[in-house]
Nanobody
Framework: QVQLVESGGGLVQAGGSLRLSCAAS????????MGWFRQTPGKEREFVAA????????DYADSVKGRFTITRDNAKNTAYLQMDTLRPEDTAVYYC???????????????????????WGRGTQVTVSS
């Protein structure tokens, strides 16, 4: 099992930046693909970014492409989401998630589908004021 704890959320003005962290404990972090998702009240959880266990494969939602960057440090058991040029529509609770990624999936495997992730953090609030 993996326990995930997000941090780094907060209130920021439009155009500003935040860096979210997702600290993992428990099972081997480097055997999991990691994803970031976000959710606002009354809406389904939506994909933001994902990264393979190796870091060699990444993907982003169109709405954040060019503004957000997902990275990971397997030595520190931590995944990150650097968010730049934030917009009011980025306001949401942000969740990190981990998906078991066996070697036969390949070093660049990741998923953009929430239901395919095995473990979730409790989320961190990001609020962008206009």
């Amino acid at each position: 099992q993996v326990q995930l704890v997000e941090s780094g959320g907060g209130l920021v003005q439009a155009g500003g930046s935040l860096r979210l962290s997702c600290a993992a404990s428990g099972d081997s972090f480097s055997s999991y693909a990691m994803g970031w998702f976000r959710q606002t009240p009354g809406k389904e959880r939506e994909f933001v970014a994902a990264i393979s266990w190796s870091g060699g494969g990444t993907d982003y939602a169109d709405s954040v492409k060019g503004r957000f960057t997902i990275t990971r440090d397997n030595a520190k058991n931590t995944a990150y989401l650097q968010m730049d040029t934030l917009r009011p529509e980025d306001t949401a609770v942000y969740y990190c998630a981990a998906e078991q990624s066996p070697p036969y999936y390949g070093r660049n495997y990741y998923s953009t589908v929430p239901n395919e992730y095995d473990y979730w953090g409790r989320g961190t609030q990001v609020t962008v004021s206009s």
